[in-house]
Structures are given as structure tokens and as C-alpha cells.
């Protein structure tokens, strides 16, 4: 057979040039190839009408046949809705429009039969269905039954008569005309032991599903294949680099951490910051470059962790360096750093854009001369100015503000990398952090300092503003700080400006016997750090700021956060927010306030809030809710989630199978030269011929 990838689709019966233009334009399918690999993003099953008493929690697109009761629009301006009740005699569901409202009620009329198209959705005992797809009954029983694919098309292809129906037809006719087996892309033993179907199988059921089972399997198969070739190609290049490149071997542990182990550590260490340590101890004195990331809560203690592997560099005759997003959290590194390492004598610098130029000169040479044995610092690390005598350590915190091109560059300021350690408070789900970091090894400190008490959130309407004032004034007159944070979409909206200095005369005026300060992005650094320093020493009981607090503050007598308009903040940025308070031994509390105009989605994210303290499980739900290619970090980075059929929020099983696959083919044939393994070389070749190799350069 003719190799797919060449055939122009303009050939194919049912398509001709004019729609051939449009499939190239609006979906970039040019061959036959291409149009066999675009997946139907939704079944119908057509030969059962399901009754509504029959649904439950986790159901396809199903059909049911019934009659609409009444019509009500709820809530406004953005989150305005119109619901319908629904019944078939054996229950009643409610089917939810955010769009096209004015329609939707001229066209539907209670009292009339309808069949019914749509994936129920769960909210708490109830279930709701969003934009169903809607038939009068005569209209569909010439339709076909069984599961029917539907493909999606733009707007643009569905005004010349390209709907999904369309397509389908289509696809028909390339099925048809292929005729026969395709050539199979994953190597028998693979399939054995992933126990997926063929590639000709799968491809004709994820088209034409001839039970639901086969189209189960034919998922399955092709977000299995999906996911290997990602693992296969990403942990390839991790080993070549690694056999490559070579780390420096810190190879013992010497006064300056034993030192500081057992004079200056003020605390036990926790279990989990041991095996961390023990962890990234393995990994620098092997010889290989550490590429480490270590996730730990708010919290947890990563800084310690840093300082520690710091300071294995410098006994191992290196410098090292850690980086921080803010001028305000580097200093405060500096500060608490430079303190605990007073009694061993070890050269600390701080460096940022701030940092005068007689004393930058100063920095840079005993860092050239190797006398600055740690630096602490922002972007200006980056800086080409900056140059070291013998980095052997880079420590990044709070990751997810620094590119993968910063990070890139940190790497060449050595003829040989030195190790990174990438420290986040955002957790990254496992199965992203697979993916995108497919080759960073992974440290979670997943144990809190003990005296913790768990942080108290409570979800309060706009208001009850009296009682939560009272509170305050409570807290304050025990000892205790608070912080009110209002949200900045971006800092250079005036709107919003106004909306925080507002929110500070108003508080002032709520509290004239305690001191308010303020702090926003748009103040000059001095300007910032010296409100800051207020209350950071005490001397401030209130700070009124935006969300850059966001990051690494630590006030560990602030024990009351509140977030203004908590609905305009997303799932992980509350949650490193909240992470401000809970850091000393007291019992705190985070306080998110909204109006009573919620979407049903803000209230899923602020019920999670109020659950869970858990950075883990908040981190999942948020990827469940906006997707991966939302995550914060994935955008920064740059990694393109253009996966056809496989879903990282939802395929973690699958993920983790193909990881542990491609791990055990690499054991066997590092280079993937073994006959057996042609047809992995030759598909590697072909998916990632134009793609970057991003496990380079993270
Ligand atoms: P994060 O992981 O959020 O960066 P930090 O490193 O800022 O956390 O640590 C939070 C607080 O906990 C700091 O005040 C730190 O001194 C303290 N801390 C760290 N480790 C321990 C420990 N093992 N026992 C008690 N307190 C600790
Ligand atoms: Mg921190």
C-alpha cells in the first residue's frame, strides 16, 4: 500500500480542491494521514435511550427522550444562565445554557417531545447536562444507530457544508478506499506488553466503533501510543545527556555542613527534609549533573533544604547560587540565610537590580575570584556580567517564574552545567510533571515542620463584613497580623489601583487604632521594601496588598489572610496565598470573600479551598478544571500540549505504563538499534522531526 502521508486528501472521493483548501486551512489536514489521525471528539450512542432515574456519576454523551417543564434564567452579566427542567416521567435533570439564551427559548417549547443528546454532570446530589443537543423525535429516527463519531469543524468549514455529519461521510470514503491493513506502528513486543489492540483496529473503531467496548480498547491503544512516543523520546535524550555531560562530584560532606548541622541548625530537621537531602546527596556525588525538582508545600521548609546542598558545593570547594523571583524574597533569603550561617564563616552576597554599582563591582569580582562562596539573587544572576570562578550548584526558587530560557542561560556560565535544583511551592500533578519535565527528577517533602496547625478557610459572602472586622480586631489585640489581599488582574490597570488604595483608606478608617501598611507592584523597590519592613518587623498590624505577596514572604506572626474578590483568583494562586499565613505556631486562618454571584466553577474552586489544605489535591483539581495547557508553568515554559488524544489530567495510568515501558526498551537497547526496535526509531523520527527537544535545555 501507498504510504499514507503522501496522498493529497484533495483525491479522496467526496472531497475535490475547494474543500481540500478548507481542510488544509482550518484544520491543517492535508493527507490521508492526517485525516485518519483526526479524532472524533465525542460518541452518541443512538441505539439506547437512557431514563433520567438511570443516570449516575460517570456517563458518556447519552440520549434520553422527554419533554421540557419550564425555562428560568439565573445569575448575571458573565454568569448569566438559562436552565430548563427536563423530565422523561422517571426523573427530572436540568440542562444548563451559557450562550445563545434568546435562542434557545424561541426554539424549544415546553410540552413538546424532544430526544435529547448530552454528558450529564454531577453537582452534589443533582445532575445537570450543558448545552445538550437538541431534536424534535421525528427528526432523527432515519438516523443511524449505534455510536455515532462526531468530529468538530469551525465555522468557517460548517458554512460550506462541512459539519461533522460531513466529515464522517468523508472518513467513510478514505476507509473504504484504503482497504486493508495499515502498517503497524508500535513493535510486537511492545503491544504485548501494553496489551493494546492493532493499529488497523484501532484506527477503525476510534472512526466507526462497533461496540463500546472495541472503542474503549481503540482509546486506549492510541493514548497509549501517544504517550509512549512523548516518554520514549524524552527519557531517550535524558540518558544520553546524562552518559554525556557529566556532573561535578561533590564527593564528601565536610565541616561546613557538619558544622552548620549541629551548631546552627535551630530545629530538628523533619523526616522527609532528611530523605531529601539523602536524595540530592546521591545525586551530586555520583558524577552525574543533578536536574532536581523539589516540590514541597508552603511551608514545608525547601529553603533549609537549599542552604544544605549549598553548603555540600561549597565544602566540595564550589560556589553556588540561589535565585529568586522577587527583590523582597531574595532579600529575605539573604537575611535569614546570612544569619544561620554566621558561626561557620561562609561569604554571602545578595545581588539584584537594586544592588548599587560600586558594590555590584565588588560582587562580581569575588565571585570571579571565587571569594563569594554563596550568592542570593534575582534576574540579575542572569545578567552576562555575572560570572563565577567554579559554579557547582544553582538552586532556583519558586520555579515557575523563571523560563525555560533563563534557566538555560544559568546553564552556560560554566564549560560544564552545574547542578540544579529547582524548588516549587505550586506542585506540579505527577503526571505533568512526567511530561513536561519528563526529565527531571523529582523530591517532595511531603511533611510539614511539626506544630503546625492546619490553616482554617472559610468562604464568607461580601456581607458579613461587621462580624469578620470584629474578628480582626480580635487577633490583632492577641499579638497577631493580618494580611487583605486585592486582586490586580494586571498591575498597570488603574481601575484596580483604585480598587486597592480604596480598600486601604477604607480599612484605615475600620481600624484607626492600628497601624495599615500597603505594598503594590507599582511602587519603587525601596518604596516596597521599606512598607514591607513594616511588617515584617511588627510595627504595621494590617498590610493591605496585591498578590505580590504571593511568593515566599515569611511573617510567621501573621496568622489571618483575606482575599478580596477571591473568585478572580485561580485555584493555585489562592493556595499560595494562603500559604502567607499558617507558619508559625498559632492557629490561622484565610478568609476568601465574593459577592453571592458565583459561577458553578468558582464555587467547585472555593469548595476545594475550604477542604483541603493539600497542595497536591488542589493542584489536580485545578488541573481538571483548566486543563494543562492553563497550568501555571507549562505557559512560561513554552511546552505545547498539541496531544491528539490523550488527556495528562485524566491519563495518568496510562502515562505512568508507557513511562515504565519506554524505561524498560532503553534498559535493554539504549540506543534503540536492535531489529526489533526499527519500527520505534523510524516513528520517533517521524513525530519528532520538527519538535524541539526541550529536555535540553530545562
Ligand atoms: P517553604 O518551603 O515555603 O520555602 P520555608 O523554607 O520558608 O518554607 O520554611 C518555612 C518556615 O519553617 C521557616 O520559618 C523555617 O525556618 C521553618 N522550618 C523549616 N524547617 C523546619 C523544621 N524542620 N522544623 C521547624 N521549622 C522549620
Ligand atoms: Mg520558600
Redesign the pocket.
Known sequence: MSDLSTRDIKFLPGVGPKKAELFNKELKIFSFEDLLYYFPYKYIDRSRTYKIKEIDGNMPYIQLRGEILNFETQGEGKGRRLIARFSDGTGIIELVWFKGIKFIIEKYKPGIEYTLFGKPTRFGSKFNIAHPEIDPIDDIIDKAPGLQAYYSTTEKMKSHFLNSKAIQKIMYNLWKSINGPLPETLPAQVIARSQVIYLTEAIQNIHFPQSPDLLRKAQFRLKFEELFYLQLNILRFTRQRQKKLGGFRFDHIGDYFNNFYHQC??????NA?KRVLREIRADVGSGKQMNRLLQ???????????LMSMLMAVDNGFQACLMAPTEILASQHYE?ISELVAPIGIHVELLTGSTRKKERERIHEGLLTGDVNLIIGTHALIENTVLFSNLGLVVI??QHRFGVEQRARLWKKNNRPPHILV?T?TPIPRTLAMTVYGDLDVSV?DE?????KPIQTIHQYDNKRGALYASIRKQIEMGRQIYIVYPLIQESERSDLKNLEDGFKHIQEVFPEFKVCMVHGKMKPAEKDAEMQKFVSGEAHIMVATTVIEV?V?V?NASVMIIENAERFGLSQLHQLR?RVG??ADQSYCILMTSHKLSQETRKRLEIMVRTNDGFEISEADLQLRGPGDMEGTQQSGIAFDLKIANIAKDGQILQLARDIANEILDKDPELSLTENYVLNRQLQKIFKKKINWSLIS
Open positions: 541548625l535551630p530545629f530538628e530537621l523533619t527534609q514541597g508545600d508552603v511551608g514545608s521548609g525547601k529553603t533549609l533544604v537549599a535569614s526558587d519558586e524548588m511551592a517533602i510539614l515542620p511539626p506544630g503546625r515566599g515569611n510567621p500559604g507558619r508559625g
